[in-house]
């Protein structure tokens, strides 16, 4: 099942769908849940209750915030009956699953794409098990409504940099800060690639003196990813946005572009960093020790 692994980051990889740690955790924790069930058919509940009991990024703030009652899930679970024929597979699971898992996965995979992501994360799975509506039985509107909001929107983020050790990034690709001259280079990589309110940052940034935006060159000297801080409507301290072409991500060049930003923000004198709006959470969290900034 495992096609590629990583040393340095664990990258389960799945026909193209590559998920990170914390999504493989949830994927082991879920077998393990019908190993010890009383149901031999792992079902979409088992991947509702292992979301919950991991208990680090967001669904720690969605443990605490929901009062999740686990033994009453582990109750109902135990009482479902599966029919014979819902015994299929799923290249996700090593243990037979049933039908509406398979709908599950397939849904979050189609978020996960919807976003330009390469990676399958708690996130989707979250909106894939509260849009089918697997949750219905166990959950308050009031709490699905916390899981969505806390679970699968993008979350601001922030890196203490006072005592920040920058690493090594990678030799394989230029990184410098761009001048003037880069600009229609630059509008056209995030126009093709991006949103438009990044397209208009961009605009927006290149009015300044000194925009402080980094650009990532292949070989070609094309770019294939950049990365910006106090750009976003003169919000100080803040990173982003941060984009990498899709085909070019997992090569480092989003490691290299977050550290180089990060590194002049320290030299400036900024003791924190805020990452708005951050979708990839687990990278900022592995990259530079960020943590989700908890909702009021």
């Known amino acids: 099942m495992i096609k590629s692994l990583k040393k340095e980051s664990v990258i389960l990889t799945i026909s193209n769908i590559k998920l990170t740690d914390r999504m493989l955790r949830i994927i082991r924790n879920t077998e393990n849940e019908v190993k010890s069930s009383k149901n031999e058919v792992l079902r979409p509940e088992h991947l509702l209750l292992a979301c919950f009991l991991e208990n680090t990024g967001v669904l720690g703030e969605i443990s605490l915030k929901c009062d999740i009652d686990i033994k009453s899930i582990r109750t109902s679970i135990d009482r479902m009956n599966v029919g014979l024929n819902q015994h299929l597979t799923s290249e996700f699971f090593n243990v037979p699953v049933s039908k509406e898992i398979l709908t599950v996965m397939d849904l979050a995979v189609e978020y996960m794409k919807k976003y330009k992501q390469v990676y399958l994360n708690e996130g989707h799975i979250l909106k894939a098990l509260i849009k089918t509506n697997v949750a219905e039985t166990f ?17 601001d ?18 990184v410098r800060k761009i001048n003037k001259n880069d600009f229609n280079n630059l509008y056209n990589f995030v126009e093709y690639n991006f949103s438009s309110e990044w397209l208009q940052t961009i605009k927006d940034a ?26 976003y409507k003169n919000k100080k301290c803040y990173f982003g946005p941060m984009g990498v072409s899709i085909s070019k991500r997992i090569n480092g060049i989003g490691y290299s572009l977050l550290h180089h930003c990060l590194k002049e923000m320290k030299e400036i004198g900024y003791e924190y960093a805020i990452i708005g709006g951050a979708g990839p959470i687990e990278f900022y969290e592995k990259t530079c020790k960020a943590v989700v900034i908890p909702s009021t």
């Open 139 to 155: 959950l308050t509107e009031e709490q699905k409504q916390i899981i969505l909001t806390l679970g699968t929107n993008s979350r």
């Open 157 to 174: 983020m922030i890196t203490h940099l006072g005592n920040y050790t920058f690493p090594e990034t990678s030799s394989q690709i230029t």
């Open 206 to 231: 290149f009015l300044l003196i000194d925009p402080a935006i980094f650009i990532a060159l292949d070989q070609n000297g094309e770019i294939v990813g950049f990365a910006c801080f106090d750009v």
